[in-house]
């Protein structure tokens, strides 16, 4: 912390709250990845399901991560476009849309298709969601509250194996017919709805990340939130020093780099939401990156 005591020590409650629900699509990430493997035998019967082989099992399962790639790919470049918060939206909407449309499925590419669509979700969450906890957080609480992503998905592995338990407990096996004259199978894949709606209407509380804010010229919000959420006294000196306070560069090919951040501007050097994993050129004076493929977005940054 510098001099003048710009962030607070202590963490404001609100930013833990605001870090805790960015961390949400962590939850949804790691429950839609895991909940199918209570499932995988019972889709591939030709009584409860479509009557797989072993290949069309695998791929049918797998599908998801088609959607996964080309999510995290375009996750930077669509929230440059449209912010972080309203694609961390449209990644639960996919989620719910994918949990009811995959238990309902009629047939096996029905099926395939809506494994992709949630696969997207999986993507843009695992790219935006600790991109946005990062551009919010003060420097010295980076680190930990981008944990909070990671907590997250481990969390959403767990409560997927305690509720495909609890529904193989309550209608003895996933190919048995359970609620409504659906298979069990069904209703495990259709409650990963709950979580996704959850995500959704939770995400109409999440400020703008400053970064976005001040990118698209909107100043004075940006200080607002970096007052009321980082508890920067000095919102508007830490704004005018951003990097993002000039019009960004963008490179399809570079790492995710900006200025290196100070005690003076702990703000200064956050992450871009458009992730990446590479090595960052020596000429820079640092690098975040996130463990995801995509377009970069980068901000100007001196030379050492």
């Given at each position: 912390m510098?001099?003048?005591?710009?962030?607070?020590?202590?963490?404001?409650?609100?930013l833990?709250?605001?870090?805790?629900?960015?961390?949400?699509?962590?939850?949804?990430?790691?429950?839609?990845?895991?909940?199918?493997?209570?499932?995988?035998?019972?889709?591939?019967?030709p009584?409860?399901?479509?009557?797989?082989?072993?290949?069309?099992?695998?791929?049918?399962?797998?599908?998801?991560?088609?959607?996964?790639?080309?999510?995290?790919?375009?996750?930077?470049?669509?929230?440059?476009?449209?912010?972080?918060?309203?694609?961390m939206?449209?990644?639960?909407?996919?989620?719910?849309?994918s949990?009811?449309?995959?238990?309902?499925?009629?047939?096996i590419?029905?099926?395939?298709?809506?494994?992709?669509?949630?696969?997207?979700?999986?993507?843009?969450?695992?790219?935006?969601?600790?991109?946005?906890?990062?551009?919010?957080?003060?420097?010295?609480?980076?680190?930990?509250?981008?944990?909070?992503?990671?907590?997250?998905?481990?969390?959403?592995?767990?409560?997927?194996?305690?509720?495909?338990d609890?529904?193989?407990?309550g209608?003895?096996?996933a190919?048995?017919?359970?609620?409504a004259?659906?298979?069990?199978?069904?209703?495990?894949l259709?409650?990963?709805?709950?979580?996704?709606?959850?995500?959704?209407?939770?995400?109409?509380?999440?400020p703008?990340?400053?970064?976005?804010?001040v990118?698209?010229?909107?100043?004075?919000?940006a200080?607002?939130?970096?007052?009321?959420v980082?508890?920067?006294?000095?919102?508007?000196?830490?704004?005018e020093?951003?990097p993002?306070?000039?019009?960004?560069?963008?490179?399809?090919?570079?790492?995710?780099?900006?200025?290196?951040?100070?005690?003076?501007?702990?703000?200064?050097?956050?992450?871009?939401?458009?992730?990446?994993?590479?090595r960052?050129?020596?000429?820079?004076?640092?690098?975040?990156?996130?463990?995801?493929?995509?377009?970069l977005?980068?901000?100007?940054?001196?030379?050492?």
């Amino acid at each position: 912390m510098n001099q003048n005591n710009e962030v607070p020590t202590k963490l404001h409650a609100k930013l833990i709250t605001v870090a805790t629900i960015g961390a949400v699509g962590g939850f949804l990430f790691g429950y839609d990845t895991s909940v199918i493997n209570g499932a995988v035998d019972a889709i591939a019967s030709p009584d409860s399901g479509f009557g797989l082989n072993a290949a069309m099992s695998g791929f049918s399962v797998s599908s998801a991560m088609i959607g996964c790639v080309v999510g995290a790919w375009f996750a930077g470049t669509l929230a440059d476009r449209i912010g972080r918060v309203h694609v961390m939206q449209l990644a639960a909407a996919l989620f719910v849309f994918s949990a009811l449309f995959t238990g309902l499925a009629s047939n096996i590419w029905v099926f395939v298709i809506f494994r992709i669509v949630g696969g997207l979700g999986v993507g843009f969450t695992s790219a935006i969601g600790p991109a946005y906890i990062s551009e919010i957080s003060p420097s010295s609480r980076r680190g930990f509250l981008t944990g909070f992503q990671q907590m997250a998905i481990a969390l959403g592995i767990v409560a997927s194996l305690v509720v495909n338990d609890s529904y193989l407990l309550g209608s003895g096996g996933a190919a048995v017919t359970f609620w409504a004259g659906l298979e069990t199978w069904r209703w495990m894949l259709m409650t990963t709805a709950v979580p996704g709606v959850i995500m959704f209407a939770l995400t109409f509380a999440l400020p703008e990340s400053p970064r976005y804010l001040v990118m698209k010229g909107k100043k004075a919000i940006a200080e607002k939130v970096l007052l009321e959420v980082v508890g920067d006294r000095n919102a508007s000196a830490t704004v005018e020093r951003s990097p993002r306070a000039s019009k960004a560069r963008r490179s399809p090919r570079s790492p995710i780099c900006a200025a290196r951040p100070s005690a003076s501007n702990p703000w200064y050097g956050s992450a871009s939401a458009s992730p990446c994993s590479s090595r960052c050129p020596a000429r820079t004076s640092s690098c975040s990156t996130i463990p995801a493929c995509g377009r970069l977005s980068v901000s100007p940054s001196p030379r050492l």
